[in-house]
């Protein structure tokens, strides 16, 4: 599919409504744009919601994942015996 676009004085431009739906794009879909070879490629784009952790936070998810005394010994065994056995 091939269109002619008028860029805006805004820079915006409108993508023909079957171009969006052959793309599954709606009205907040977020697209990449790229130059490449004197060409604007659009790529539909995917966004992951991230999320920023405090140091302290981190630390005690750490502390908590210790093992007690004993208990890496004990799970490496197990899993030893499954292994060989």
Same mark, same amino acid.
């Given at each position: !599919? =091939? &269109?002619? @676009? +008028?860029?805006?004085? =805004?820079?915006? #431009?409108? *993508?023909?409504?079957? !171009?969006?739906?052959?793309?599954?794009?709606?009205?907040?879909?977020? @697209?990449?744009? $790229?130059? =490449?070879?004197?060409? #604007? #490629? @659009? %790529?539909?784009? !995917? /966004? /992951?919601?991230?999320?920023?952790?405090?140091?302290? $936070?981190?630390?005690?998810?750490?502390?908590?994942?210790? +093992?007690?005394?004993? $208990?890496? $010994?004990? *799970? &490496?065994?197990? @899993?030893? %015996?499954?292994?060989?056995?």
């Amino acid at each position: !599919m =091939k &269109e002619n @676009l +008028f860029v805006s004085s =805004k820079g915006q #431009i409108t *993508l023909p409504a079957a !171009m969006r739906q052959a793309l599954g794009l709606t009205g907040n879909s977020i @697209l990449t744009a $790229e130059t =490449k070879d004197g060409r #604007i #490629i @659009l %790529s539909p784009a !995917m /966004v /992951v919601e991230t999320e920023i952790w405090a140091d302290d $936070e981190i630390a005690a998810w750490d502390a908590a994942d210790d +093992f007690a005394p004993g $208990e890496r $010994e004990a *799970l &490496e065994n197990a @899993l030893g %015996s499954r292994r060989d056995g």
